[in-house]
């Protein structure tokens, strides 16, 4: 799978709207941006995914760029809750059941 | 729906004995599950690929003789830690492969809770 790079931290302001960048400069044309989440001591959860058009679903928005090199997650109001490490992986469709690949993530800390 | 259960959600044991973590998908069937270990400030490593009915594929690295993955069934695959020793003390997550979501569909991974293991 591709590497992506996201910045190692980030703060946010509750009931602001937090966005988070990736890049995946290396990405292919099968392989899809997800994002998942971690909050401490717990299992990753899903966020959404995309390929190449923005994507919203109840938790957040993905925005990816027209050259698909780089894409942002949108929590439109963040709240203390939303304080977790935040993955942006790429992966493969076209594979089936292969794992994700994690790195490092983002990890946000929404301040009150 | 998707939901994957692990047990126990942490465990306490000694040195030189074995620990069971069992990993089960509740409301639907998973012929593939994958293993992860995340040390404290670490990501998500992967461990190895659990197939139902056949031998799990490790990641290089990862000692099979020292992991044991047994998936016998489309709901249930477990990891055996066996022998453990301090430095295998650990958060032990496993994954399945859940019911499609959103517009673009499949191949979503859903996670357990994970494991936390202490050994002493």
């Known amino acids: 799978d591709a590497k992506t790079t996201q910045p190692t931290s980030m703060d946010c302001a509750e009931g602001r709207a937090a966005n988070l960048p990736c890049n995946h400069s290396?990405?292919?044309?099968?392989?899809?941006v997800y994002w998942y989440r971690q909050i401490h001591s717990q299992g990753p959860q899903y966020i959404i995914h995309?390929?190449?058009n923005n994507e919203t679903n109840e938790m957040a928005s993905l925005i990816i760029t027209e050259d698909r090199k780089s894409s942002t997650l949108i929590l439109p109001h963040a709240t203390l809750r939303d304080t977790a490490v935040y993955y942006c992986?790429?992966?493969?469709?076209?594979?089936?059941?292969?794992?994700?690949?994690f790195g490092k993530g983002t990890r946000l800390s929404v301040i009150a | 729906g998707a939901v994957v259960s692990q047990h126990p959600s942490w465990v306490i044991c000694k040195s030189g004995t074995s620990v069971k973590i069992e990993c089960r998908s509740l409301?639907?069937?998973?012929?593939?599950m994958f293993w992860y270990r995340q040390f404290p400030k670490q990501s998500l490593m992967l461990m190895a690929t659990?197939?139902?009915?056949?031998?799990?594929?490790?990641e290089q690295g990862v000692e099979k003789d020292k992991f044991l993955i047994n998936h016998a069934s489309l709901t249930l695959s477990t990891l055996t830690v066996t022998s453990a020793h301090p430095e295998d003390s650990s958060f032990y997550i496993c994954?399945?492969?859940?019911?499609?979501?959103?517009?673009?569909?499949?191949?979503?991974?859903?996670f357990g809770a994970g494991s936390r293991l202490t050994v002493l």
């Open positions: 995309g390929l190449k």
């Open positions: 994954s399945a492969k859940g019911r499609d979501r959103g517009s673009l569909g499949a191949n979503v991974l859903t």
């Open positions: 992986i790429v992966r493969s469709q076209v594979s089936g059941n292969t794992p994700l690949v």
């Open positions: 659990s197939n139902e009915g056949s031998k799990a594929t490790y």
């Open positions: 290396t990405i292919s044309g099968n392989e899809y």
């Open positions: 409301d639907f069937q998973a012929t593939t």
